[in-house]
C-alpha cells in the first residue's frame, strides 16, 4: 500500500480507490467487457415502464413504538449533535457557498487521519457528502419526532444553502473555472446529489412552491451543462475515480423530482447518466457490460456498487428494455452471492470478489444504501420478496451495527463479531485501524457512516405504507401512524406492534366517512400460518381486504413463526425466527477510549470474556420465550457438547451468528 504514496491506515473508501491491486483486477476485464459491450444496444428506450407501487409523500408515516423511540435516541445523539462534534467538517466549511473549491484550493481539513500528499486534492469534496447525507437525516428526524426547535434550524440550513444558488440555477461546490470541466477525480454531481436528497425531503414537508423551483433549476442546469448524448459526465482519466463515480446517485435526485413533477425528461436522463457511466473505463461493478456477465464477480468499493443498484433499476425502468432487464438479474444474483446471514453485504471497505461470510465486514453506508435498493425494487415490482430483503437487513445487519443503549455504530461490523477492538475480530495488522469499534463520529476514519445512520431509520419509515391503484399497501411492517387521502377522503391507519420482536399487529383505521378501498397487507414469507379478525384473500404474498372502512374499523393481524435451519453462501448454519436472525451472544467487557461533552457521548471497544468459535454438528434445536431457541453446539476448545440460548442478533454486541458444521 506504500508504493501508492499512502499510509497503511487509508482505508476509507475514496482513498482505498487509488490502491493498486483492485485496479489490476478491474482492468483485467477491461478487454473482455469492452468486446461485449456492443453487441447489443441495450440503452434503447423501448417503453419505460411505470413502478407498480406508488410511494407516499414524506411525512405522510410517521413513527410510533419503538421506531419513534429509535429515532429519538438518534436526535438526542449523534444525529441532533454531529454538527457541533465536527464543527470543522459541518459548520466551518461552507463548501456550498463562501469556501466553494477553486484551483486555488489544494488542500482542506477532511477529518481523517491521513498522510500528506498531492493526492489529497481529488478527495475535497468529502464534507459536501458529510454535511448533506446529515442534514438528510436530521432534516427527516426532526420532522417525523415534529421537534419543533430542531425543525427551525434545519430550515434555516436549507434557506442558507439555497442562498447560494447561482442565477444560472447553480447549486454546487465548484467555482466557475472548475465546474463541469473535468477529466478525473470530482465530486460535481455527488456534491448535488446529497443536498438535493435533503431538500427534496424538506420540500415534501413544506410543500414550498419556491424551494421546488429551486430545485428545478439545479437539476435542469445540470442538464444544460451535460446534454444528453451530447456529453460525458463520467468521463475520467483515471479509472479509480471515487467521487465522479458516487455522483451516478444523481438518478436518486432525478426519480424524487420526476415523481413530484410528472415530467418524463428526468427519466430520460437516469438512462443518459447510466450509458455515459457505462461506457467509461473505470472500476466499478455496475456497468452494464460487466453485470451482464455472470462470470465477473463484484470487486469494487461496497458502498458504490450497492448504491448504484437504484440507478440501474432506473435505467431499465427508464427504457423497458429487455437487454437492461438481464443485467439487472445478473446484478441481483451477484449481490445474494456477497450477502452474509443478516443481510449485510460485503463492503470491508471493498468487495474483493469475495462471497458473503460471517467474518467479513460490511460498512454501515452499504447497509443503508442496500436496504434503499430494496425498498426501491418493492416499489417498481410489488414484488414482496424485496420487502422481505430491506426488512432482514434493516432488523438483523443495521440494528445489529448499532449500538443497543447508547448513540453510537460501528462503522464496520460483521455477523460474527467475537472482538470489537478497532480490527477485524481482534487484528492489529495496522494499528490505525478503528473501524470495528462503537464511535458516534468515526472522525479519524471519516465521517460518513454516521451520517448514514441518521438517514436509515427515516428511509425505512417512509416506505413502510405505499398504494397501488385499488387502494393501501403496509409494504414494511412495523409501529407507524399513515395520514393520507383516497377520493378525496382522509384515511388515517394507527399499526399497533412491537414487529420484529413479535408478530401481532393491529390496524385502527379511521376514515372520515365510509369508503370502500382495498388494504393489503404483506405477508411474510416465513409466515407459516395466519390468523385475521377480518376475511382477507390472499394474492401475490399480500393479505387483500376489501370492504368499506368507517371512522373506527378494526383489524388485528397474527403471523405465526418457527424456528428455521438456514444456510449462508459459505454453507455455514444459522437460526432465524420469524424476521430475526438468533445469535449466540458472546460476553464481553467495554472500555470507554472517549468521552464527548454532550452526555452520553462515546466511543468504546469491546473485549470478549471468553471468545469461543462453535460449531454445529446437526444438533436438535428448540424454540424459547423471546424469539429464541436452544441448540446443541460443540466446544472445539473442550469437544463437549454444549447446550447454547440463541437470541436474537438485534441490539447485541458480540455474538456468532454462523456455524461451522462438523460431522
Known amino acids: 500500500m506504500r508504493k501508492t504514496g499512502l499510509s497503511t491506515n487509508m482505508e476509507h473508501p475514496k482513498k482505498y480507490f487509488i490502491l493498486g491491486l483492485l485496479s489490476i483486477c478491474f482492468l483485467q476485464l477491461k478487454n473482455k ?29 410517521q413513527p410510533s413504538g419503538w421506531l419513534k423511540m429509535e429515532l429519538q435516541k438518534n436526535l438526542n445523539g449523534f444525529t441532533g449533535h454531529l454538527d457541533s462534534l465536527v464543527p470543522d467538517l459541518i459548520l466551518n466549511d461552507a463548501i456550498y457557498g463562501a469556501k466553494r473549491l477553486s484551483k486555488q484550493v489544494k488542500s482542506k481539513n477532511l477529518g481523517a487521519i491521513s498522510a500528506e500528499g498531492d493526492w489529497q486534492v481529488q478527495f475535497l469534496w468529502w464534507n459536501s457528502e458529510t454535511q448533506c447525507n446529515w442534514l438528510d437525516g436530521y432534516i427527516r428526524t426532526a420532522i417525523l419526532l415534529n421537534n419543533k426547535k430542531h425543525i427551525a434550524k434545519a430550515g434555516k440550513i436549507v434557506d442558507a444553502l439555497l442562498a447560494t444558488q447561482d442565477k444560472d440555477g447553480y447549486l454546487g461546490i465548484y467555482d466557475p473555472e472548475l465546474r463541469y470541466k473535468f477529466d478525473n477525480e470530482n465530486g460535481e454531481l455527488w456534491a448535488k446529489t446529497t443536498l438535493l436528497r435533503a431538500i427534496l425531503g424538506w420540500y415534501e414537508y413544506k410543500k414550498d412552491p419556491q424551494v421546488l423551483i429551486a430545485i428545478e433549476r439545479a437539476v435542469d442546469n445540470v442538464m ?121 453485504p460485503v463492503s470491508d471497505e471493498f468487495i474483493g470478489g469475495r462471497k458473503g461470510n460471517g467474518l467479513l465486514g460490511y460498512e454501515f453506508c452499504s447497509l443503508h444504501e442496500l436496504m434503499i435498493g430494496w425498498i426501491d425494487l418493492l416499489e417498481k415490482s410489488a414484488d414482496n420478496q424485496y420487502a422481505e430483503k430491506a426488512e432482514h437487513i434493516f432488523f438483523n445487519a443495521a440494528l445489529g451495527n448499532t449500538h443497543p443503549t447508547e448513540s453510537a455504530i460501528c462503522y464496520l461490523k460483521q455477523d460474527n463479531s467475537f472482538q470489537l477492538t478497532g480490527g477485524n475480530n481482534g487484528d492489529t495488522t495496522d494499528k490505525h485501524q478503528t473501524r470495528y469499534r462503537y464511535s458516534p463520529v468515526h472522525k479519524e476514519a471519516a465521517v460518513c457512516c454516521i451520517p448514514n445512520a441518521g438517514r436509515i431509520v427515516p428511509y425505512f419509515i417512509q416506505n413502510m405504507w405505499m398504494k397501488d ?65 377480518l376475511p382477507f384473500k390472499e394474492v401475490n404474498g399480500f393479505l387483500v381486504f376489501d370492504q368499506v372502512w368507517n371512522q373506527s374499523s378494526k383489524l388485528v393481524i397474527d403471523f405465526t413463526s418457527e424456528i428455521s435451519k438456514k444456510f449462508t453462501v459459505d454453507k455455514e448454519v444459522y437460526f432465524q425466527n420469524g424476521p430475526l436472525v438468533l445469535c449466540h451472544e458472546i460476553i464481553a467487557s467495554q472500555q470507554i477510549t472517549k468521552s464527548y461533552t454532550i452526555a452520553g457521548l462515546h466511543e468504546s471497544t469491546y473485549q470478549a470474556i471468553q471468545p469461543i468459535s462453535y460449531q454445529y454438528s446437526n444438533g436438535q434445536y428448540t424454540p424459547k420465550p423471546n424469539n429464541c431457541c436452544s441448540v446443541w453446539m460443540t466446544n472445539p476448545i473442550s469437544g463437549k457438547q454444549e447446550l447454547l440460548v440463541l437470541k436474537p442478533l438485534a441490539r447485541t454486541i458480540l455474538r456468532q451468528v454462523s456455524f461451522k458444521t462438523i460431522p
Open 33 to 61: 467487457v469492452m468486446a461485449q459491450s456492443d453487441v447489443k444496444n441495450p440503452f434503447q428506450k423501448i417503453k419505460s415502464i411505470p413502478p407498480a407501487l406508488q410511494t407516499l409523500p414524506f411525512y405522510a408515516v
Open 469 to 533: 391503484g385499488q387502494g393501501l399497501v403496509a409494504a414494511l411492517l412495523g409501529p407507524s401512524i399513515l395520514n393520507t387521502s383516497l377520493s378525496n377522503t382522509p384515511v388515517s391507519i394507527t399499526e399497533t406492534t412491537e414487529y420484529p420482536f413479535e408478530n401481532i399487529f393491529a390496524f385502527q383505521i379511521a376514515a372520515k366517512s365510509p369508503i370502500r378501498f382495498t388494504l393489503k397487507i404483506r405477508k411474510p414469507q416465513w409466515a407459516i400460518a395466519v390468523k385475521s379478525s
Open 224 to 344: 444544460k451543462a451535460y446534454p444528453i448524448d451530447q456529453s460525458s459526465p463520467f468521463h475520467t482519466i483515471n479509472p479509480n475515480a471515487g467521487g465522479l463515480t458516487h455522483g451516478l446517485a444523481f438518478t436518486d435526485v432525478l426519480e424524487q423530482l420526476a415523481k413530484i413533477t410528472r415530467k418524463n425528461q428526468y427519466i430520460d436522463y437516469c438512462l443518459f447518466l447510466y450509458k455515459d457511466f457505462s461506457k467509461q473505463v473505470i472500476n466499478e461493478d455496475a456497468q452494464y457490460a460487466k453485470l451482464i456477465d455472470p462470470s465477473i464477480s463484484l470487486m469494487g468499493h461496497g458502498v458504490h456498487t450497492y448504491e448504484h443498484f437504484r440507478s440501474v433499476l432506473a435505467a431499465y425502468y427508464a427504457s423497458g428494455n429487455p437487454e437492461m432487464k438481464n443485467a439487472l438479474t445478473n446484478f441481483l444474483r451477484k449481490i445474494e452471492n456477497v450477502t452474509t446471514a443478516s443481510g449485510g
